[in-house]
């Protein structure tokens, strides 16, 4: 059952994201084809050593329907994205754009003036300022994009049409990436990480942890992280003891510890409900570096070793597994809260030679533990 709904959920995210890319690849070929014409234009003569500055200001919505969609933000993201691929231009913060305009009591409209243009551009030490604007014609949608020369004026002009379509289609997608897209580098912090036994005296945790995250597409994630880890791993209601500086024996609950770190690396595969929301997949491998220990309890001195532990059995490596789903919603187009659950596999192999005080123990040396079980996860995540 579990394995049918897998492969379903699977096969909706891969159609989905296949009606997503033939988009896509259909607006950014044509967005592609805008900036190269404009590139060719402004280079035609020239002999470009040094990148060119250019400040990226609003694509106007010229009718209903643009206004409406606000067609023109999705096209300024869109050339913004493919001006940064440039090997001649560098893109100005539109941040610093913006103060600009507002020191100046310029309005961004103004900017397809040539002469406003310029003294921003001075301002922003730019060298170009790329404006335009969407206009409905008919079924499709007109793209008009002029880049105007800081130093002499001069207008480059260039129009492309799109099937309106997929450009609405692509509106759409592209305000889900305002949230949810390729972002760079992401850091999440995560509290807790728990793994569920059926043993009330055992547990498995990692109480904190951080995790550095690339997202390479709207759907791909990588992470890498190191959590800490505090376990119960085993656990005996009555074990019989023997210490032999006291020469006193008996016999009480007697319970193994773990202490130590893991790395995980994790994949995730990212499906946007909406805006705000994200549901993904996660798979997880993990290295596991952990100290394990002995402990009675209540110990009433009849531990053996410092502090009336049993001495430390080892200092173990192991991988881990773990498959999770699980849902991120963002609180800001940076900021996002998420929690997953899943199933986690971990077994270790224990030495137990050195508990040669506690008979019992011997007797089941090589102990196998396994630490595996139902998990739950949240995070707090900052996208950059």
């Not at 409905?136 to 049409?161: C, H, M, N, P, R």
């Not at 994630?221 to 008996?250: D, P, R």
């Not at 993990?286 to 531990?303: D, H, Y």
Request: hydrophobic share 45%; charged share 20%.
């Amino acid at each position: 059952m579990k394995r049918t709904i897998g492969l379903l959920l699977s096969g909706i995210l891969l159609i989905s994201l296949s009606a997503d890319a033939s988009n896509q690849n259909r607006i950014r070929k044509q967005i592609t084809t805008l900036v190269v014409n404009l590139s060719t234009a402004y280079k035609a003569g020239q002999d470009i050593v040094v990148k060119k500055n250019v400040a990226i200001g609003d694509f106007e919505n010229s009718g209903e329907l643009a206004k409406k969609n606000r067609i023109g933000e999705t096209i300024r993201e869109l050339m913004t994205a493919e001006f940064s691929r440039s090997a001649i231009f560098n893109v100005i913060e539109r941040k610093d754009l913006v103060q600009v305009l507002k020191e100046q009591e310029l309005q961004m409209s103004g900017l397809t003036d040539p002469a406003a243009a310029a003294r921003t551009g001075a301002l922003l030490n730019a060298d170009l300022i790329l404006t335009g604007s969407v206009s409905q014609t008919g079924a499709d949608f007109t793209i008009s994009a002029k880049l105007v020369s800081v130093e002499s004026g001069q207008v480059y002009a260039e129009t492309v049409t799109v099937a309106k379509k997929d450009m609405l289609e692509t509106v759409e997608n592209t305000r889900d990436m305002a949230y949810v897209q390729k972002m760079g580098v992401g850091i999440s912090i995560n509290v807790p990480d728990f793994t569920f036994k059926e043993d009330e005296n055992l547990f498995y945790l990692q109480p904190f942890g951080a995790e550095v995250k690339y997202r390479f597409s709207k759907n791909l994630m990588i992470g890498v992280g190191i959590e800490k880890i505090s376990a119960n791993v085993w656990h005996s209601g009555g074990l019989f003891w023997t210490n032999v500086i006291t020469a006193k024996s008996g016999t009480d609950p007697f319970t193994i510890e773990a202490q130590g770190y893991s790395i995980p690396v994790n994949l995730y595969l990212n499906f946007n409900l909406s805006r705000r929301f994200n549901v993904f997949i996660s798979a997880s491998a993990a290295f596991n570096q952990v100290n394990f220990s002995g402990l009675f309890n209540p110990s009433n001195g009849n531990g053996f070793g410092l502090n009336e532990f049993g001495p430390i059995l080892d200092s173990y490596v192991y991988p881990s597994f773990s498959g999770m789903l699980g849902f991120e919603f963002f609180l800001n187009p940076r900021v996002a809260l998420s929690v997953k659950g899943g199933y986690a596999f971990r077994q270790s192999e224990l030495t137990l030679r050195p508990m040669w005080h506690i008979p019992a123990l011997l007797a089941l040396d090589p102990l196998t533990v396994d630490m595996s079980g139902p998990c739950v996860a949240s995070a707090l995540s900052f996208y950059f």
